[in-house]
C-alpha cells in the first residue's frame, strides 16, 4: 500500500453482476481520447443495472459512493497519462479481459499539460483533470483483483491483450481524497469483508 493505490484482495462480485454489466450496449459509451488511445466510459446506476447493490452493500458506509462507471479499453491500447477529473479515489473492479497482460501505469509529470476542455455557450471552459503526453512512467501494476486508485495520481492504462479490457469504476464522494479512503481501509471501516 501507499500513495497511488492498494489492492482489495476479499473484494468479490458475482457473475451475475458481470454478466450485466457486459450486456450493456457499447452505443451507450463515450469516449476519452483518440484512435488507439480511448477509454470508452458508460455511467451506470442502480436502474440500469440493479444488481450493483450487491457492490453497495460491501461498504460499512454506502454513503460515500458517488457514481458507478464501466470502462474499457480495446486489444492494443494505451491511454495517454492522465488526472480524472471530479474523482479523487476509485475502486476498479475487474469485470472481462485479460488482466495478466494490461496494467495501470504511474507516472512522474515530465514538462506537458493537456487540460479537459469543454466548449459551451461560453465559448471553452477547463473542467479539471487533463493529460500529460510527456509524462514518465515509473511503475507499472498488473491486477486481477479490484484495486483502489489515487485518481489524481498521474495514471493510465495500457492494453496489450487480445481482448477488450472491461473494469467496473466505484467512485467516491470528492469530499474524499485518496488518504481518507486508505485510512478507512488501513482501519477495517471501508468494506464489510
Known amino acids: 500500500m501507499h500513495d497511488r493505490y492498494f489492492i482489495l484482495e476479499n473484494f468479490k462480485i458475482s457473475k451475475k453482476l458481470k454478466q450485466s454489466l457486459l450486456s450493456i450496449d457499447k452505443r451507450r459509451f463515450r469516449y476519452y481520447g483518440m484512435k488507439r488511445k480511448r477509454l470508452f466510459m458508460c455511467n451506470v446506476d442502480l436502474s440500469l443495472v440493479p444488481e450493483l447493490q450487491e457492490v453497495l452493500n460491501k461498504f460499512q458506509d454506502p454513503n460515500i459512493i458517488s457514481n458507478f462507471e ?76 479490484p484495486i483502489c486508485l489515487n485518481n489524481q495520481s498521474i495514471h493510465n492504462v495500457a492494453n ?23 485510512k478507512l481501509h488501513q482501519s477495517n471501516r471501508l468494506t464489510t469483508s
Open 160 to 182: 496489450f491483450s487480445k481482448k477488450d479490457r472491461v473494469i467496473l469504476g466505484v467512485g467516491f464522494n470528492t469530499s474524499l481524497n485518496y488518504l481518507d479512503i486508505l
Open 70 to 145: 464501466l470502462m474499457y479499453t480495446q486489444s492494443g491500447t494505451i491511454v495517454m497519462p492522465h488526472i480524472d477529473s471530479n474523482r479523487n479515489a476509485a475502486i476498479n473492479i475487474p469485470i472481462d479481459g485479460d488482466f495478466k497482460n494490461s496494467y495501470i501505469g504511474f507516472y512522474n509529470k515530465g514538462t506537458r499539460f493537456v487540460p479537459n476542455i469543454v466548449n459551451s455557450s461560453e465559448g471553452e471552459i477547463v473542467v479539471g483533470g487533463g493529460g500529460y503526453p510527456g509524462a514518465v512512467l515509473i511503475e507499472k501494476v498488473s491486477y486481477t483483483s
